[in-house]
């Protein structure tokens, strides 16, 4: 009995101890870094699933540009309670957040029956890779139908399972179907209730699983999906479009999806893992408690949990005087805190310490652009983008110092011609990045070139919305067209 007392005290000693005070493992593969508090085969098989199941998106896609754009950062928690205070939701397994700079992924890695974490992360990561492929806007049906269909990929012992129905199949209880139509011109959710999305997941999900497996895979989704993008680009109609794009009479293929629906087996398959060939190797290393409070901390900041996220900032930096991403994440909760001149100086800190860490000068340039724009301090403006410029020089991958540098020249009158330079290299890097179109078109206007102004605040409005597809519309409206609604 004294020893069963011991063992429990052990247990409840360490799930109750500071979070970043427990044994903390890096894995570092080819596409992806995990940090984790699970043991250290768990992290090591949940990495190699996952970059098993980046490879089996690259064969189902047939990409031929697969490269990472951002990292990759993955957090996967032990317990269930651990990932709360992180959450967006209190319910939820997980959450994925794509950046300019990296993604970050949370985790509740627990392996409780309850949560499907993965099912999360498989969904979010198909929507990543499949963006940035091209720099064509996809429909809705195909964008969320697809990761729909990637999310219900069991990665088992010897063989990958595709083609499973998804858990939200309980269907019939969440309202009416849709029709056909209203399917393929959804471009978003946003006068939709739950009910109606959910329905909208469902049947985009069973209109791609009938071209990936059933009989619609005859007609080659991947050529016809570009053919019908193109198609759409131009101002086609959607309707019309998918009809000359798939070679398929709409009406006719509206009776086929619904008889699909009633079938009591849907096709699925069942592939080697060898068969996709993914990418081998990983590193692992135990992560400080310093460290990994710095790392927690920024995650917090991915969900604006300030008051979280500076408790970690503080007692990493308390831990290790020296460790400069400490002083600089202090300096994102001043800045976001609205308390920007106390920002200062933990970011000129952090550039003390670590002056050859891109982040460091991208923290302190961001800070000095966004009191530029909203003090009219442009005299700010030539020190943020010397520090933007080495930024890009320790880091020319990431997209995040192109794009910002690119943004600082809306603040000026200055010849935009550098800024649309910057803006559509972050663009080639990332170019599912809607978001860096909007600041591009601005300066497309700015500079008389309205052809291409409205081309990409086009695809804003079109494919946005919320407060970057009100801009879009209002840009629009300037450059002569009413309400943004015109397709490219």
């Not at 016809?224 to 070679?247: I, N, P, T």
Request: glycine share 8%; charged share 25%.
């Amino acid at each position: 009995m004294r020893r069963i007392t011991l063992i429990l005290l052990t247990v409840a000693a360490c799930t109750t101890a500071p979070l970043e005070q427990r044994s903390w493992l890096e894995i570092q593969s080819a596409n992806f870094t995990i940090f984790s508090n699970l043991p250290q085969e768990t992290v090591v098989a949940l990495s190699e699933d996952l970059e098993l199941f980046r490879a089996v998106v690259r064969k189902l896609t047939s990409a031929k540009q697969f490269e990472p754009r951002v990292p990759t950062r993955i957090f996967a928690f032990a317990h269930s309670g651990e990932l709360k205070p992180f959450s967006p939701s209190p319910w939820g397994g997980g959450f994925f957040r794509a950046g300019v700079r990296e993604n970050v992924v949370a985790l509740d890695a627990s392996g409780s029956p309850r949560i499907d974490a993965r099912r999360t992360l498989f969904h979010e990561y198909t929507h990543f890779l499949v963006h940035n492929q091209t720099a064509v806007a996809l429909p809705l049906w195909y964008d969320e139908g697809f990761a729909v269909f990637m999310e219900t990929v069991r990665l088992e012992d010897d063989v990958v399972f595709i083609g499973a129905a998804p858990t939200r199949m309980g269907s019939t209880v969440w309202g009416d179907a849709h029709d056909l139509e209203t399917i393929v011109r959804a471009r978003s959710f946003e006068r939709w209730d739950d009910g109606q999305s959910w329905m909208f997941y469902l049947q985009a999900w069973q209109l791609v699983h009938y071209f990936m497996l059933g009989p619609g895979k005859q007609v080659k989704i991947g050529p016809s999906l570009a053919r019908y993008m193109r198609l759409l680009e131009q101002g086609e109609d959607e309707k019309a479009g998918f009809e000359a794009a798939f070679g398929m009479d709409f009406n006719g293929l509206w009776r086929e999806i619904r008889a699909y629906n009633h079938l009591k087996k849907i096709p699925a398959i069942r592939v080697t893992r060898e068969a996709f060939a993914p990418e081998r190797g990983f590193e692992v290393r135990a992560v400080p408690p310093a460290e990994i409070a710095v790392r927690l901390g920024f995650l917090a900041l991915a969900e604006q949990r300030l008051d979280l996220a500076e408790g970690y900032f503080t007692r990493a930096s308390a831990a290790d005087p020296g460790r400069s991403r400490a002083h600089a994440g202090l300096g994102v909760v001043r800045q976001l805190g609205e308390q920007g001149e106390e920002a200062r100086p933990h970011f000129e800190r952090a550039l003390e310490l670590a002056p050859e860490d891109y982040e460091n000068h991208l923290e302190l340039a961001n800070w000095m652009h966004q009191t530029a724009g909203a003090q009219g301090r442009l005299d700010l403006l030539p020190e943020a983008r010397m520090h933007y410029q080495r930024a890009l020089e320790l880091a020319p991958q990431i997209p995040e110092g192109h794009a910002m540098l690119g943004s600082t020249y809306l603040l000026t009158d200055e010849d935009p011609a550098p800024g649309i330079q910057a803006l559509e290299h972050a663009r080639s890097l990332l170019p599912g990045e809607v978001s860096l179109l909007l600041p591009l078109a601005k300066l497309y206007q700015r500079a008389g070139r309205p052809d291409e102004a409205r081309a990409a605040a086009r695809r804003v409005a079109r494919w946005s919305h919320g407060e970057l597809g009100e801009e879009a519309a209002k840009l629009l409206e300037q450059l002569g067209e009413a309400g943004g609604e015109q397709p490219d």
